[in-house]
C-alpha cells in the first residue's frame, strides 16, 4: 500500500513537475491555514480536497490484475491527482499575484521580450551573497523553447540586465533594512 501511494506521487510528480518543487504536508484537521508575514499581513487559504477514483469491475478475472495492469491504474490515479492539485496550485498562484499586482496578461498572445521585461519588473527578486540574481522559476504552459529563445537574445539580456541593476539595488536596501531577531 505504501509503495503505490509513492508510486501515484512519483507519477503525478512528472505529470505535473510544480508538485514535485512544492513542498507539502497533509493537515488533519481544519478547514485552512494562515500565514503571517513579517509585514504583519496575514494570508488565509481554505483546504480544498483532491480527490482520485478508480473502478474495478467485478467480472475482472483475477489473473488479468498484473503488475503492469497496477501501474497502469496507479498512473491514472495520478494523473487524476496531478490534475486536480495543479488546478488548485494555479488558482491560488493567480489569487496570490492578483493580490500583490504582479499581474502580467498577454491578451493570449504568446510569450515576448516585452511582456517577460513587464513580469520580472514587477517581481521582488532575491541575490546570493555574491550579488549574483536567482532566477525565479518559470511555469511555461508549453512555451519552454519560445522563452528560452527570448532569454537567449542579446536585447532580451541588456534589458534584463538593466531591471536586475535596480532589482539587485532593492534587494540590498531591504536586507539593510531587515531587523534581526536577537
Do not use: C
Not at 510528480?13 to 508575514?37: D, K
Not at 491504474?73 to 494555479?90: D, I, N, V, W
Not at 519560445?146 to 534587494?171: P, T, W
Amino acid at each position: 500500500m505504501e509503495d503505490n501511494f509513492l508510486t501515484v506521487n512519483m507519477l503525478a510528480a512528472q505529470m505535473s513537475p510544480m508538485l514535485g518543487m512544492v513542498s507539502h504536508n497533509i493537515q488533519f484537521e481544519g478547514a485552512g491555514h494562515a500565514i503571517e508575514r513579517h509585514d504583519d499581513t496575514v494570508s488565509e487559504t481554505a483546504m480544498t480536497t483532491v480527490t482520485a477514483e478508480l473502478t474495478f469491475s467485478m467480472d475482472m478475472p483475477l489473473d488479468d490484475f498484473t503488475p503492469a495492469e497496477l501501474l497502469r491504474r496507479l498512473g491514472e490515479l495520478a494523473e487524476q491527482k496531478a490534475r486536480g492539485t495543479s488546478k488548485y496550485f494555479y488558482a491560488e498562484i493567480n489569487k496570490a499575484t492578483e493580490a500583490v499586482g504582479n499581474v502580467v496578461d498577454g491578451g493570449g498572445q504568446p510569450p515576448s521580450e516585452d511582456l517577460l521585461i513587464d513580469a520580472y519588473s514587477r517581481m521582488e527578486h532575491t541575490f546570493d551573497a555574491d550579488g549574483r540574481w536567482k532566477p525565479p522559476t518559470l511555469f511555461t504552459g508549453g512555451n519552454a523553447q519560445l522563452i528560452n529563445d527570448i532569454h537567449a537574445s542579446a536585447s532580451f539580456q541588456r534589458r534584463l540586465g538593466d531591471v536586475l541593476r535596480q532589482k539587485r539595488d532593492d534587494y540590498r536596501r531591504r536586507e539593510a533594512d531587515r531587523v534581526l531577531a536577537g
